[in-house]
Nanobody
């Protein structure tokens, strides 16, 4: 199973970025999500979307970020708007599958830096 994330970069406060993650080698993905980890902090879940389309967001990104998945293409996108310096982190995509979500895979991480 391979996860290829793309779309990170440097953006000014208030700007937007779209992260995309393409998954290969895995079918029947129950949950697709994005996590982030800032220096000196624990990794936290930013957003996730289930196979049925239900979504969950970290409180601090609600109303600014959206998550979408394309089941035919096995991709998950994170659209980030109104970015703030505190959104700066390495962002990781994650997928889970199996009856108990026991299959758990991570992408390589992509850096998002929000700075003027």
């Amino acid at each position: 199973v391979q996860l290829q994330a793309s779309g990170g970069g440097l953006v000014q406060p208030g700007g937007s970025l779209n992260l995309s993650c393409a998954v290969s080698g895995m079918n029947s993905i129950n949950v697709m999500g994005w996590y982030r980890q800032a220096p000196g902090k624990k990794r936290e879940r930013v957003a996730r979307v289930t196979i049925g389309g239900s979504t969950n967001f970290l409180d601090s990104v609600k109303g600014r970020f959206t998550i979408s998945r394309d089941n035919a293409r096995n991709t998950v996108d994170l659209q980030m708007n109104s970015l703030k310096p505190e959104d700066t982190a390495v962002y990781y995509c994650n997928v889970r599958g199996g009856y108990f979500n026991e299959y758990d895979y991570w992408g390589q991480g992509t850096q998002v830096t929000v700075s003027s």
